[in-house]
């Protein structure tokens, strides 16, 4: 069993930045996993943001609505994924869940496609 644990959200003004982290339980390496994002607004399904792949040497994948502003990175030595955030929209406001599976190949999209979750970060992004 993995645990994921996300930090970082907040409150913050359009426009501006934040970063996430998604820390994993000390006994399993992140390089091992692809690490992905997805978000839930109010109203909405939950959605795919981000995914970084440690078993294919670093592959990423971004949804089309943060591509140039989200950056998805991976620090093995503290075992974190981190979410840079830039040029933030209110419509970028939602709960934002760290997800991983084991010895996934590919940067998937789909939620189905992971195994562990994280009990998710609220991020709001004032108007």
């Known amino acids: 069993q993995v645990q994921l644990v996300e930090a970082g959200g907040g409150l913050v003004q359009a426009g501006g930045s934040q970063r996430l982290a998604c820390t994993a339980s000390?006994?399993?390496?992140?390089?091992?996993?692809?690490v992905g994002w997805f978000r839930k607004a109010p109203g909405k399904e939950r959605e795919f943001v981000s995914a970084?792949?440690?078993?294919?040497?670093?592959?990423?994948r971004y949804a089309d609505s943060v591509k140039g502003r989200f950056t998805i990175s991976m620090d093995n030595a503290k075992n974190t994924v981190y979410l840079q955030m830039d040029h933030l929209k209110p419509e970028d406001t939602a709960i934002y869940y760290c997800?991983?599976?084991?010895?996934?190949?590919?940067?998937?999209?789909?939620?189905?496609?992971?195994?562990?979750w994280g009990q998710g970060t609220q991020v709001t992004v004032s108007s």
């Open positions: 997800t991983a599976r084991a010895g996934l190949l590919t940067v998937s999209r789909r939620q189905e496609d992971y195994d562990y």
């Open positions: 970084i792949s440690g078993t294919t040497g670093g592959s990423t």
């Open positions: 000390s006994r399993h390496t992140l390089y091992r996993f692809t």
